[in-house]
């Protein structure tokens, strides 16, 4: 099993920034993927970001150019910096690590709005 705590979430004036952590703990296998989804109210699931342990960083469309993925290994650990954030970013984030099996993140809270 793996646990996932998530951390960085609230409040955001428009324009503004947030940095969400999510920090893996539990059966940890060096090759895995770690990235970050969200749900906005009366909306699908979507993928924001993803960054395997091996490999590159991969980014949504919507998200790319203001959304930073980045993870520290020896942490197992991923971040999300999230800049220029928008009203159309409030959603849950949710934080997944996959191998064989997904595992989620229990959802962090990210509200912009003035």
């Known amino acids: 099993q793996v646990q996932l705590v998530e951390s960085g979430g609230g409040l955001v004036q428009p324009g503004g920034s947030l940095r969400l952590s999510c920090a893996a703990s539990?059966?940890?296998?060096?090759?895995?993927?770690m990235g970050w989804y969200r749900q906005a109210p009366g909306k699908e699931r979507e993928l924001i970001a993803i960054?395997?342990?091996?490999?590159?960083?991969h980014h949504a469309d919507s998200v790319k150019g203001r959304f930073t993925i980045s993870r520290d290994n020896a942490k197992n650990t991923v971040y999300l910096q999230m800049n220029s954030l928008k009203p159309e970013d409030t959603a849950v984030y949710y934080c997944i690590y996959r191998t064989q099996s997904t595992y989620w993140g229990q959802g962090t809270q990210v509200t912009v709005s003035s």
């Open positions: 960054f395997p342990s091996i490999g590159s960083a």
């Open positions: 539990g059966r940890i296998s060096t090759i895995n993927t």
